[in-house]
Nanobody, 121 residues
Framework: QVHLVESGGGLVQAGGSLTLSCVASGRALTNFVMGWWRQAPGKEREFLAA????????YIEDSVKGRFTIARDVTRNTVILQMYNLKPEDTAVYYC??????????????WGQGTQVTVSS
């Protein structure tokens, strides 16, 4: 079972940037897909981005394309979500997720505890 711990959330003004990190532990990540999701109050969980651990192939949801990027650091078992030009509507709890193979936007079976991102106007 993979264990995920997110960090890097916080309060930022609109137009600012944040970098979220997710450290994975517990097993080798070969063949894993690592994803970032978010959930705002009263809304469903929303897919943002994913990356394949082995190849580093990335996927960015259209709603955040051009503002969010995803990367992985294989030496530190870390997945990074960089967010630029943040907007108040980006306010949500951000979750790191993992699964073995599969389409990037479908269900994941391992989740972190989440990190709060608040964007003030």
């Amino acid at each position: 079972q993979v264990h995920l711990v997110e960090s890097g959330g916080g309060l930022v003004q609109a137009g600012g940037s944040l970098t979220l990190s997710c450290v994975a532990s517990g097993r080798a990540l070969t063949n894993f897909v690592m994803g970032w999701w978010r959930q705002a109050p009263g809304k469903e969980r929303e897919f943002l981005a994913a990356i394949t651990w082995g190849e580093g192939r990335s996927y960015i949801e259209d709603s955040v394309k051009g503002r969010f990027t995803i990367a992985r650091d294989v030496t530190r078992n870390t997945v990074i979500l960089q967010m630029y030009n943040l907007k108040p509507e980006d306010t949500a709890v951000y979750y790191c997720a993992a699964k073995i193979r599969g389409a990037p936007r479908t269900e994941y079976n391992a989740w972190g505890q989440g990190t709060q991102v608040t964007v003030s106007s």
